[in-house]
């Protein structure tokens, strides 16, 4: 399988010494994106208040390879110990999207929390895609589920 090749490109306004998206490890799934802030929020940071969402820009436009997205993930570490998640996880990033990349972050901590410029804040996945045809049918096969909605899979 070839490596796809994300091109990447900075705003005017964006800090050129805020890293690129990268992988910590290399086994790892997700690059870091980073905070990114705009020059009148870089000294102070965004407070993102319990129950608050905002989105966090990272300064960058993508290209992401035809047939792949970019699906964006919370940080573990950031969601066990703030409650910082994503209010739409995960955030998928289509091929044709050329627009600014922002992550949209969501506090469902209890306390107040310190976005600062240049913090990892989210990470990206990219996967292949596989588009489908929708046909309209008269009737569906049947399996051991059937019809059992969510919580039908387990067992007491």
Do not use: C
Not at 40 to 57: F, H, N, S
Not at 74 to 103: C, E, M, Q, W
Not at 108 to 121: C, V
């Amino acid at each position: 399988m070839t490596t796809p090749i994300i091109r990447v490109l900075r705003e005017d306004w964006a800090d050129p010494e805020i890293a690129l998206p990268r992988y910590e490890t290399a086994d790892a799934a997700g690059a870091d994106l980073r905070a990114n802030l705009p020059p009148e929020d870089r000294k102070a940071g965004v407070t993102l208040y319990p129950m608050q969402r905002t989105i966090v820009p990272t300064g960058l436009r993508i290209e992401i390879p035809r047939g792949f997205e970019m699906q964006i993930r919370p940080r573990s570490g950031l969601a066990f110990k703030h409650g910082i998640s994503l209010a739409n996880t995960p955030g998928t990033i289509d091929a044709d999207y050329r627009g600014p990349l922002g992550v949209l972050l969501i506090n469902l901590g209890r306390e107040p929390y310190l976005i600062e410029h240049g913090a990892r804040i989210a990470q990206a996945v990219i996967a292949p895609v596989l588009q489908a045809g929708f046909e309209l049918s008269d009737a569906l096969s049947d399996t051991d589920r059937g019809a059992g909605g969510f919580g039908s899979t387990g067992k007491a």
